[in-house]
């Protein structure tokens, strides 16, 4: 965990509570975490399920791995170390968007456990979702939409999640999606289903 190192702060809550702008907003402010393979579909799957979702008139955004190392995490590798802050600095980020009533998917491989639970530690029950990405390593090298997994192999990226460096499935998601099995539209589906038994959108 992070050491917190400013002294002598408060925090300061506001006149407008999560649930004024749930309500203003008709959803539930919640963190979908997908986690996956580099190559499993976690970014393709959570645009889609953005997409349905802001057709359906909802607050939604994406916290994508790659954009977010292009400004927030552009100081950070890939070393566990660096890892670890990566995923920590994004649950905080998402913890405000929940707090903003914002539907909030990230896209991350977030290959540990800890890491994982950590972020999930920030929010209450059922403010966070956690989406396993499953896809086969076989199936995820055969799409190898960046290459990775060719330069991982030939030693040119260390420390490649599982190629070189390990990656810890999770052993309690709210929801499994087999992307080598089902279609982007079915994959998306699954997810849409889940958050209208939660309540979190409408039917």
């Given at each position: 965990?992070?050491?917190?190192?400013?002294?002598?702060?408060?925090?300061?809550?506001?006149?407008?509570?999560?649930?004024?702008?749930?309500?203003?907003?008709?959803?539930?402010?919640?963190?979908?975490?997908?986690?996956?393979l580099s190559g499993s579909g976690k970014s393709t799957l959570a645009r889609e399920v953005e997409q349905q979702l802001f057709q359906r008139g909802h607050l939604v955004y994406v916290l994508d791995g790659d954009n977010i190392r292009h400004?927030?995490?552009?100081?950070?590798?890939?070393?566990?170390?660096?890892?670890?802050?990566n995923i920590r600095r994004i649950?905080?980020?998402?913890?405000?968007?929940?707090?903003?009533?914002?539907?909030?998917?990230?896209?991350?491989?977030?290959?540990?456990?800890?890491?994982?639970?950590?972020?999930?530690?920030?929010?209450?029950?059922?403010?966070?979702?956690?989406?396993?990405?499953?896809?086969?390593?076989e199936e995820c090298e055969k799409r190898d939409p960046k290459g990775l997994f060719e330069k991982a192999r030939a030693g040119i990226i260390k420390e490649f999640t599982g190629i070189s460096a390990p990656y810890e499935a999770p052993e309690h998601p709210e929801l499994v999606v087999k992307t080598g099995e089902l279609t982007l539209e079915e994959s998306a589906g699954v997810v849409l289903d889940y958050l209208v038994e939660k309540g979190i959108i409408s039917a």
């Open positions: 965990m992070a050491q917190q190192k400013a002294t002598n702060i408060t925090w300061h809550g506001g006149n407008v509570t999560k649930a004024d702008r749930e309500a203003l907003l008709d959803q539930k402010g919640v963190t979908i975490w997908f986690t996956g400004g927030l995490n552009k100081n950070l590798g890939f070393s566990p170390e660096d890892r670890e802050e649950g905080e980020v998402a913890h405000l968007f929940n707090d903003a009533g914002v539907i909030t998917l990230t896209a991350f491989i977030s290959p540990y456990r800890a890491d994982r639970d950590n972020a999930r530690a920030l929010n209450t029950d059922g403010e966070f979702i956690e989406v396993y990405v499953d896809c086969p390593l």
